[in-house]
């Protein structure tokens, strides 16, 4: 009698097993709220991360050698080789 219900209980445990890991596995069913949470927070990085490449976007279009702003070359030219006269008085312009 126990060879003849070795085999079911077996196939239950496996089953069961597998049953578990579908339901409380890091893949499984309750992990699905924490995979939402994570994705709202990624797609608001995501909008950050859009919105500072579309500023170096910008930022990179007033540098064209073709038609350069002449304020934002001034601008860098100065804050990176430190030229700036005594009487001269610096407003940035950045948030």
């Known amino acids: 009698m126990v060879r003849r219900a070795a085999l079911p209980a077996l196939a239950l445990v496996i089953i069961g097993t597998f049953a578990g890991h579908a339901v409380a ?9 924490g995979y939402a ?3 709202k ?6 909008g950050q991360l859009e919105a500072q490449r ?5 930022r990179s279009a007033l540098l064209d050698p073709r ?3 002449p304020d934002m070359a001034d601008e860098l030219v100065r804050s990176q080789l430190g ?3 005594p009487d001269e008085v610096i407003v940035p312009l950045e948030d």
């Open 25 to 33: 596995g890091p893949n499984g069913l309750l992990a699905l709220g």
């Open 37 to 39: 949470r994570d994705l």
């Open 41 to 46: 927070t990624r797609q608001g990085e995501l």
């Open 54 to 58: 579309e500023e170096l976007r910008h």
């Open 67 to 69: 038609k350069a702003d």
């Open 83 to 85: 030229l700036v006269r």
